[in-house]
């Protein structure tokens, strides 16, 4: 287990690029927990630099999900209007699971059953204005 307080959102970024990003390898999974505004996002946009993607990261709640070309690939999921097995089915998730790229997933407690057994856990708990970042799996 790993964790982190980040005093703001530049400092998780960058704890996501720095930190996390080199450890990770192609296939691995993400699932965060948070609410809204908790900095799943930032977060993500911290791994996508990690990982050398150049693109302009937003959150995918109306899209399901956004690609970033990086080295792996990352594939950025929102699942928060999931909320059945069709559902899930209809974003491409499975398929994405063997690509060999990342995935990083918001709302993940909507498809909890359908997560690899090795995923990676990233909670993001607010802390007045601080967040604390715990991972949990993996190399973490």
């Given amino acids: 287990m790993l964790s982190f307080t980040s005093h703001s959102p530049a400092e ?3 704890f996501a690029a720095a930190t996390v990003a080199p450890k990770l390898q192609k296939g691995d999974v993400l ?14 946009r911290g791994l996508a630099r990690g990982l050398g993607a150049t693109d302009e990261v937003s959150s995918p709640t109306f899209a399901l999900v956004h690609e970033y070309a990086g080295d ?15 559902d899930l089915y209809s974003t491409g998730f499975f398929d994405y699971l063997d690509c060999g790229g990342i995935l990083a997933i918001e709302w993940s407690e909507n498809i909890e059953g359908a997560l ?4 990676i856990r990233v909670t993001l708990t607010p802390d007045g204005e601080n967040r604390i970042i715990t991972l949990e799996g993996g190399p973490f």
């Fill in 12 to 14: 998780t970024e960058e």
């Fill in 31 to 44: 699932a965060f927990r948070g609410g809204l505004g908790a900095g799943k996002t930032t977060f993500t």
């Fill in 72 to 86: 792996p690939a990352l594939y950025h999921f929102d699942m928060y209007r999931i909320t059945n097995f069709d």
């Fill in 116 to 119: 690899p057994e090795n995923t």
